[in-house]
């Protein structure tokens, strides 16, 4: 049973746009991850967060930043999407820093 | 630097035969390791982990994997492949300190024909 939410599941849009993807947690974990997987299903981390914290920040543009209200939610926002943001983003929670991680379904972003 | 190398980009097997998925990882340190089984259009589900202690761990739906420090290998093994392990498997690895960071490798896509 799927415990980290994300929505919507698909996204397109126009280049330039701004788009803003929600994730929600319901493990009660306090820390949140952001994920890309790109069109060859290559997996990176972009961001995590602990207690609402940026703990890990890895080279992205700056057009992205994640936004984190409370422990169980980790926003994704995306001013002005270029081509290669296409991609699916996998929202991710573990209990604290070495424990197991938790997928979402992902939402997959098509920028035409 | 940290990485994960899955040789093998597809790997095609027989319904009820024998199964292994390679992984080689660069570490200058004892890591965590994980493989990871994502279906289509789905997120990953974690199918088994290694921290430490016996280097052969056993997962869900049969799955196991051998830790092996001198090869820097973790491989993933099934005895009796069933055509719904259909999927893409990724070897990860969290180096020590790093905030649980999973470096991720390319994936295999295994198909089980019937």
């Known amino acids: 049973e799927t415990a980290v939410f994300q929505t919507p599941n698909y996204h397109v849009t126009q280049v330039g746009n701004e788009v803003s993807f929600n994730c929600k947690q319901t493990?009660?974990?306090?820390?949140m991850y952001w994920y890309k997987q790109d069109s060859k299903k290559l997996l990176k981390i972009m961001f995590s967060?602990?207690?609402?914290?940026?703990?890990v920040n890895e080279t992205v543009p700056r057009r992205f930043s994640p936004q984190s209200s409370d422990k169980a939610h980790l926003n994704l926002r995306i001013k002005s999407v270029e081509p290669e943001d296409s991609a699916v983003y996998l929202c991710?929670?573990?209990?604290?820093?070495?424990?197991?991680?938790?997928f979402g379904k992902g939402t997959r972003l098509t920028v035409v | 630097a940290q990485s994960v190398t899955q040789p093998d980009a597809r790997v095609t097997v027989s319904e009820g035969a024998s199964l292994q998925l390679r992984c080689k990882y660069s570490?200058?340190?004892?890591?965590?390791l994980f493989w990871y089984v994502q279906y289509p259009r789905q997120g990953l589900q974690l199918l088994l982990k290694?921290?430490?202690?016996?280097?052969v761990v056993q997962g869900v739906n049969g799955f196991e994997a051998e830790f092996s420090k001198s090869n820097s290998s973790f491989h993933l093994r099934k005895a009796s492949v069933h055509w719904s392990d259909s999927a893409v498997y990724f070897c990860?690895?969290?180096?020590?300190?790093?905030?649980?960071?999973?470096?991720f490798g390319t994936g295999t896509l295994l198909s089980v024909k019937p």
């Open positions: 290694y921290y430490s202690g016996d280097p």
């Open positions: 991710a929670s573990s209990l604290t820093v070495n424990t197991e991680v938790f």
């Open positions: 990860a690895l969290t180096p020590g300190g790093s905030g649980n960071k999973l470096i």
């Open positions: 493990l009660g974990h306090d820390t």
């Open positions: 967060y602990n207690n609402k914290q940026l703990i």
């Open positions: 570490y200058s340190g004892t890591p965590y």
